[in-house]
Every structure is written in C-alpha cells, then in structure tokens.
C-alpha cells in the first residue's frame, strides 16, 4: 500500500515533465529561426508619410540567458528626411508571441526634427519561418512589419 503513493508520484513528476518538455523544444526551435542576418520594412505610417526599413542581426544571447540578443540599424524615410539609427536590442518570448526592444546608440543620420523626439524601434514578432518574419512595429508610431532573411546568411 505505501508503494502505490509513491508510484503515483513518480507517474505525475513523469507526466508534468513531459508536458513541459515541448513547450521548451518549440521555443529553441523558434529561436534557432530567427538567428542571422534581416532586411526588414515596415507598410507606412504617420498618415501614410512614412516608411521604415533596415537590417537585424540576431545572435544567440550573451547578456540575456532567456532570449536573443541582436543590432538593428533603422532607417526611417518621411519624405522630407530622414534618420539613419544604429540599436542594440534584446528578443524575448512573450506567450507565443516575441518581444524585440531596442535601445539607440547612435544617429548615422538625423531628418529635421519636425517629427518629435526619435524613439527606440520596438518590434512585435508574432510568426517566424525560416526566411520570412512577420510582426509589427510598437514603438512612436505602430505599423505591420515583415523580415526577410538576407541570402546567405542563415545561420
């Protein structure tokens, strides 16, 4: 009798186990996608007088265990000028959704400060293949993204 306890201990550990196991396969397979080299464009914004377009490099974290760490150089066109902004950042799963924040470390270029302050380029990612990732720009203004991975580069 004392044996069946623990029996069923050992069943449920097993049973919790396994359960857990391929949401933490799934998360380093998607992972895994979304290391390399990126272009990427937004659709427009600000009243259609805007589009943004850039590079991403993703690269397995140093500083950030749980996620990705990755370098973003942000190239925001409105027309009448425009910003060139080199970022760091870090990717991070959110549900089943990843978060890409970025901190500015440089203007390259800077357009005419008729829009405001320039904001860090923070992405949502929501669907990640191998060559394509689609999400959406949440930063000063909000717009669909799409990443394409550059040819040669996968990782």
């Given at each position: 009798m004392k044996s069946v306890p623990a029996t069923l201990f050992v069943i449920a550990t097993c049973l919790s186990v396994?359960?857990?196991e391929p949401a933490v396969t799934a998360r380093s397979e998607f992972n895994a996608d979304m290391l390399g080299s990126w272009s990427f464009s937004t659709d427009r914004y600000a009243?259609?007088?805007c589009q943004m377009t850039g590079t991403l490099t993703v690269f397995p974290g140093?500083?950030?265990a749980d996620g990705l760490?990755?370098?973003l150089t942000a190239v925001e066109d409105c027309g009448f000028g425009r910003s060139v902004v080199a970022q760091t950042c870090q990717i991070t799963a959110d549900n089943t959704e990843y978060l890409l924040e970025s901190e500015i470390v440089e203007f390259i270029e800077r357009m005419p400060?008729?829009?405001g302050v320039y904001m860090p380029d923070h992405?949502?990612?929501s669907d990640v293949t191998g060559d394509e990732m689609h999400g959406r720009l949440v930063s000063a203004s909000t717009a669909a993204a799409i990443f394409?991975?550059?040819e040669g580069n996968i990782s």
């Open positions: 396994a359960q857990a009243n259609g007088i140093q500083t950030n760490e990755c370098e400060n008729v829009m992405f949502i990612i394409v991975r550059d």
